[in-house]
Structures are given as C-alpha cells and as structure tokens.
C-alpha cells in the first residue's frame, strides 16, 4: 500500500489516521457527494459530531433537505445544490462520493412496483402523449451518467487538491453471483445490456476509475461495495424491499413479494455502514471491502420479520419478479474484519424497530420527518 500524503498526514496531526474514531482533533475539510440522502446523512451526522467541516454536494434528485436541516446554521456545515455531472472547484481534505440514485426504481422500468412510477407515466402519456419508456431511458443515461461522468469529476477534483476519495460501490457489481457468499476478488456476473445494467455496470466503470486514477494519477482512493441497507431516512416509496415492507405494513396493505419470496438479500443497519465507510477512508487499505452483514434472509422470511414487528395479521401478495434480479446475495466480510476491525453490530431484529418508528411518523404526518 502507498503512504498517505504529507499534506494529509499534516491535517490528520501526522497520525496517519490512527486517532479513534469519534475523537475531537483537528477539524478536516470533507465534501460528501449525495448527503441529502439516506447514507450519505447519516454520515454527514457523524463527521459533523466529530468536528469536521463538511461540505454537502446534492441535486436533489433522490435526497431531501429535510434529511441534514438540522445543520444549517451551523457553520461547520454547507450545502450545495449542484449535479455532480458538471466540473465542480472545491479545497477539500476527503471526498466521499455517494451520489447516485441508488433504487432500483429510479433506474429500472417496473410497472408493479410505485404509485410514483404509475402517476409519471400517465402524466407522460397525458400531457406529452409519450408513455413511461421515455422516462425510463431518461433515469438510465442519467444514472450512468452520474456514475461514470460524476465519479470522473470527482476524481478529477481529488486529483487536483490532493484529496483522499472514497467510491461507494455496490454488491451489484457481483451480477446474479456464481459465487455464494461474494469475497472481494470475485469478478461477478452481469448482464451489460439488461434494465439494471446502468447501475450496475456504472458502478463497475465507477471502481475502473478509481483504480485508474489510484495508479495513475496517485490519487488515494478507498472502494466500500456496500451491500443491502436500511434504516430511518429512506425514501418511503423508493420501491426497496425493506421500504416497501414496512410501509405497506404501517399503511395496512398487503406485503407485496415478488416472484416465490425465496431469493435472498442480507440487510445491513445504516449505522454499522457508516461506522466501516469511515473506518474505511481512515485507513491505509483501497480496498474493495464488502460492507454488508452477512445474516441472510429470503423475502419470504423478511416478510416475516416484518410482519413480527409491525403487523402480525399483515397479508402477503405475490407478485411476478423482475428481471435480472440476484438470486442470492451475502457478503464475505472476512477482509473487512482483518483490516478494517469491523463488522455489523445491529441485527435485522434489533434495527427494524428503529426504522419503522422513523417511517410511522413520516406515513403519518409527524411533523418530525427525518429525524432518527
Ligand atoms: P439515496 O438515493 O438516498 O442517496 C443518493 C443521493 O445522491 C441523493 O441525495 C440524491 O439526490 C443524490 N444524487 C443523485 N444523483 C446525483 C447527481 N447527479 N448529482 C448530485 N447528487 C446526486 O441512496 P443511498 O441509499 O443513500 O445510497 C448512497 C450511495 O450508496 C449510492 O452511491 C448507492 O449506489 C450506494 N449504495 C447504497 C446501497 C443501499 O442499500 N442503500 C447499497 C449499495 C450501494
Ligand atoms: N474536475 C472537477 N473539479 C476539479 C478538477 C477537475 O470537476 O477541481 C473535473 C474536470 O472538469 C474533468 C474531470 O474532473 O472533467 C477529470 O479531471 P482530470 O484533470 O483528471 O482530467 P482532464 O480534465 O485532464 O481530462
Ligand atoms: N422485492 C420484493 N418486494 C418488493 C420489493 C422488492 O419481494 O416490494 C424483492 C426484489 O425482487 C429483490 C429483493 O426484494 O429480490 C431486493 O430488492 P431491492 O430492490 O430492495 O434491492 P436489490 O434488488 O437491489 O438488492
């Protein structure tokens, strides 16, 4: 591995990085890419409690302002509206680049999974007399854009104020994995030209750049492939499993499965992500790392748990699965454990609760949106 730069090394008070985490130091200059949204707030409220001064670089396009308010004012705290597809000039210390609408509704066309997607695509049809698929090739250029032209710009900046950079990558990047569970040099199995190729396939362009400007322009680079997530603050219509669930179950609907339920995912609490995410850009190793809690569950099961810890009498709807979906997903999280010294805290039992309070005030009205 290189050896961080003396200019990083001066604002981290030579250390290396090797201060706990959490504790007070010299404040560092980091801009987080996408921290209006889910993850990215969450991280925003650590680095800010840790003294940082962060900079937020968001278009709202999945993320809300409502999710890091409770910092404006605070001058240790800015926000910029601004899509990272364009040049941006900023003098930062730590780029953690986030955004990229990360739900599978934002990039793929399914006519079952969103009121959102539905009333889109009529409006379309009334106002423009063109149907949803103008929309969906609109998300996909958009989204592939944003990961291949916003990560090189973001590059870009790191590259010319020295900054260390973290990608967050994705477990898709392992396809419909050949390989159960996923270790880090598993090269994966995706489809190039399917509806989720242009997330998936983003983010595989995304990691190719990091690692090009790593090894050819010095560039410290950091790579989390973070694996399902959830937690207080995700959009409640997004169309993700867990979201979707839990919503469906507060609103009582029926809990809407798709294909036979037994695919699986592993559910990973926000909190333990942010934890290795900046574990991660503290330390010396690029990575990749899957980020993600190994405990894996078929939705069928996940239903289940849901349904333990909203609504007993919640019902269960099948419905057709979409394409390409994974059939199984579970991280290796063996090198994050020896070289990061982390692992998952929060087990999909003990995090729901704490998402679902977060959701009923939100399905509800409560005037404390956001909060967590
Ligand atoms: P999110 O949609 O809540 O957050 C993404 C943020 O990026 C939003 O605030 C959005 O407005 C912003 N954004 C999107 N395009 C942008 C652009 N062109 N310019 C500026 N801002 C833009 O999603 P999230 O779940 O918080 O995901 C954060 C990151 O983690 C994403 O890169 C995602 O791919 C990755 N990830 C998340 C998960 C998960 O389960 N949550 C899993 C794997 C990877
Ligand atoms: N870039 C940026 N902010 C910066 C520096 C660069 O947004 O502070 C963008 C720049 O506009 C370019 C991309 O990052 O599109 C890659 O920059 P780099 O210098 O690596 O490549 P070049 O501009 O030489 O093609
Ligand atoms: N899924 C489901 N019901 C829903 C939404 C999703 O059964 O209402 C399934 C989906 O088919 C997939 C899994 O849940 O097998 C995870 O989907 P999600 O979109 O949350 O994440 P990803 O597919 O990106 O892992």
Redesign the pocket.
């Known amino acids: 591995q290189r050896k961080p730069s003396l200019e990083y090394l001066n604002r981290m008070g030579a250390t290396g990085g090797k201060i706990p985490l959490g504790l007070k130091r010299k404040g560092l200059r980091v801009v987080v890419?996408?921290?209006?949204?889910?993850?990215?707030s969450h991280l925003v409220d650590r680095l800010m409690a840790r003294g940082d001064t962060v900079i937020v670089?968001?278009?709202?396009?999945?993320?809300?302002k409502e999710?890091v308010m409770h910092h404006f004012g605070n001058p240790n705290f800015e926000l910029i509206r601004?899509?990272?597809?364009e040049p941006i000039l900023l003098e930062v210390d730590q780029i953690y680049?986030?955004?990229?609408?990360?739900?599978p509704v934002?990039y793929k066309f399914n006519p079952v999974k969103t009121i959102i997607s539905f009333s889109i695509f009529f409006l379309c049809n009334y106002v423009f007399g063109v149907g949803m698929f103008w929309f969906v090739v609109f998300l996909d250029s958009?989204v592939y854009?944003?990961n291949v032209v916003?990560t090189l710009n973001m590059l870009g900046l790191a590259k010319r104020v020295g900054a260390r950079f973290l990608l967050?990558?994705?477990?898709?990047v392992y396809g419909d994995p050949l390989q159960h569970p996923q270790v880090e040099t598993y090269w994966g199995n995706v489809n190039p030209i399917g509806v989720r190729s242009c997330?998936d396939e983003g983010?595989r362009t995304a990691e190719t750049l990091a690692m090009d400007y790593h090894r050819g322009a010095n560039v410290e680079v950091r790579i989390a492939r973070?694996?399902?997530?959830?937690g207080p603050r995700?959009?409640i219509d997004?169309g993700?499993v867990v979201s979707n669930f839990v919503a469906q179950a507060l609103r009582k609907e029926p809990l809407t499965v798709y294909g036979d339920g037994k695919q699986t995912r592993s559910f990973?609490f926000v909190s333990d992500l942010v934890e290795g995410l900046m574990r991660l850009m503290e330390g010396e190793h690029v990575g990749p790392f899957n980020l993600g809690n190994p405990g894996e569950f078929t939705m069928l099961e996940l239903a289940k748990v849901v349904q333990e810890t909203i609504d007993p009498n919640a019902n269960i709807e099948f419905r057709p699965n979409t394409e390409d979906d994974p059939h199984k997903r579970k991280p290796d999280i063996t090198k994050a454990k020896e070289l990061l010294g982390w692992e998952p805290k929060v087990s999909l039992r003990q995090g729901l609760p704490l998402m679902v309070k977060d959701f009923r005030q939100r399905v509800f009205g409560d005037q404390k949106e956001g909060s967590s």
């Open positions: 890419t996408g921290g209006a949204g889910f993850v990215g670089v968001d278009n709202f396009f999945t993320g809300r999710n601004h899509d990272v597809v680049h986030l955004a990229c609408p990360a739900s934002h958009r854009k944003t916003g967050t990558s994705t477990s898709e997330y983010k973070i694996f399902n997530t959830y995700m959009c997004d993700r990973q």
